[in-house]
């Protein structure tokens, strides 16, 4: 107890008992999100190599251009900054993601038991622009509504000129949705809309349904991180394989 009270003094960055590589992790996230951020903004500013044949890059899903056509021709910037924000709102208010940049970031803390970067004076999310955070369980339905649309993406990336085919593209594309929706339907908010405010799961057939969702949710749950990260990966993977293949740079090989 007398070790976990001084370390609760924050009196140095750093400053732990631990004798484990604690420092890996708040690292590895840094050099994850930080490199992912820049190439994401930077294919997203870049406005070009986003679709080759059937495939269209997950960063800008939904294809503003198809569906409002006349209004788009009056946007002057990259339809992606319309689109991005909301996968952004999602990830950044998520859970998991908030615990992962606030000790990687923020330092606060780096780690359990380790010092932190600046004196305890949490307050709860109650400042901007951490309130927005509160915000999760709306960017949820967005999230829901964007992996829909990877889903008709998925649909259309077997699709060439009218006949059923698949190619390397198909298999990329198709992944990342599939992460995507794991990601997403494995949310801590999406379990509470399951299963959440009830007193009583056994008092109606109703609720009995919602139980055995709850449970279906709650497995998805426990492997949320993985998800998390996964799809990360996949989103970035995908619109460099799109990319490379609508510059000539690859070859997207046909299967069927």
């Known amino acids: 107890m007398a070790n976990s009270s001084v370390i609760g003094m924050n009196e140095k960055l750093g400053q732990t008992y631990r004798s484990d590589a604690w420092w890996v992790e708040p690292v590895l996230t840094v050099l994850a999100l930080g490199l992912f951020s820049i190439y994401a903004f930077w294919r997203a500013a870049q406005n070009n190599y986003y679709e080759w044949g059937p495939y269209l ?3 800008y ?7 409002f056509p006349e209004m788009m021709r009056w946007v002057a910037f990259s339809p992606a900054f319309l689109v991005l924000w909301a996968p952004l709102g999602f990830r950044a208010s998520c859970y998991f993601y908030r ?9 606060d803390p780096p780690a359990c038991a380790v010092g932190e970067a600046m004196p305890h004076n949490y307050q709860g999310e109650k400042g901007l622009p951490f309130v927005l955070s509160n915000l999760h369980r709306y960017f ?15 649909a259309h990336s077997f699709d060439f000129n009218g006949h059923f085919g698949v190619g390397t593209g198909s298999l990329v594309i198709t992944l990342d949705a599939l992460l995507l929706t794991l990601y997403v339907f494995s949310c801590h908010s999406w379990r509470h809309l399951v299963g959440g405010k009830l ?3 056994s008092c109606s057939k109703f609720n009995q349904i919602r139980y055995k969702g709850w449970v279906r949710v709650s497995k998805l749950n426990e492997n949320h991180m993985l998800w998390a990260w996964l799809s990360l990966a996949s989103v ?6 799109v990319y490379m293949v609508s510059s000539g740079v690859f070859h997207d090989v046909r299967f069927f």
């Open 236 to 241: 970035g993977f995908a619109d460099f394989y």
């Open 99 to 107: 615990r992962a940049y606030y000790r990687s970031f923020f330092m």
């Open 140 to 154: 949820l339905y967005l999230a829901i509504i964007l992996t829909l649309f990877h889903w008709t993406h998925v």
């Open 199 to 201: 007193n009583c799961f």
């Open 61 to 67: 899903s939904p294809d503003l251009r198809a569906l």
């Open 57 to 59: 890059s997950p960063f």
